[in-house]
């Protein structure tokens, strides 16, 4: 494996997914010293950003007599319902100050279709809108991704998920990420991923 055929993919180390912002993933803030000593180390960085409208159709507030955290059906299939988060230049938006953003040659932004969210940062919760990504790792001859970030159980297992579909080799750094766990979705996606052939790496 040639170091400079990996890529290093950073899920969503946002202000809303930080402890006090809109949608805190618990301990969400204690994986930066760890996905910066990732960055340092990467040759190739990519990060992704949630970037919602401010009526986006995922946040509860978006429809009548439902409570975040609520499944609801879409056109596309399920979808929980959140508080509003990282809305479109807001401060809960922006990149934990803490994180180093200096190396990253692509941010990518997600979930910027109001009618469709975006866990991954491959697809759109439908499964058929591309974000690019896949073709922009395979443009650098980028075969092997390594992944860090917010929150474990959903965009990072999406991204990983999709990324072994899409026939990178995939694994997933798991002291720099930090999970939601919703009604036992961490355990859920760490079993999938694993089945996926998804390394899920323990220690740094």
């Known amino acids: 494996m040639h170091a400079q055929k990996t890529a290093l993919i950073v899920i969503d180390v946002q202000n809303d997914f930080c402890p006090g912002g809109a949608l805190a993933v618990a301990d969400g803030d204690a994986i930066l010293e760890p ?16 970037w919602h409208p401010a009526h986006h159709k995922s946040f509860a507030s978006q429809h009548a007599d439902t409570s975040p955290f609520e499944l609801v059906d879409m056109a596309y299939g ?20 803490d994180l180093r953003t200096d190396k990253a040659s692509l941010i990518l932004r997600k979930g910027m279709n109001p009618d469709v969210d975006s866990y991954s940062a491959f697809f759109e919760n439908d499964q058929a809108t591309s974000t690019g990504l896949a073709g922009w790792l395979t443009a650098r001859g980028i075969e092997t991704i390594q992944m860090a970030g917010l929150a474990t159980d959903y965009c990072v297992a999406w ?21 939601i766990d919703l009604d036992g979705s961490l355990r859920a996606q760490s079993e999938k991923m694993r089945d996926a052939g998804i390394q899920l790496i323990d220690t740094l």
Not at 35 to 50: G, R, S, Y
Not at 78 to 97: I, K, M, N
């Open 159 to 179: 991204s990983a998920l999709d990324a072994v579909k899409l026939g990178f080799e995939t694994s997933v750094v798991m002291p720099a990420c930090r999970a």
């Open 78 to 97: 399920p979808q929980v319902l959140w508080p509003d988060h990282c809305v479109q230049g807001t401060s809960g938006a922006a990149f934990h100050s």
């Open 35 to 50: 996905v910066n000593a990732l960055i340092a180390a990467a040759d190739t960085v990519i990060l992704t950003q949630d």
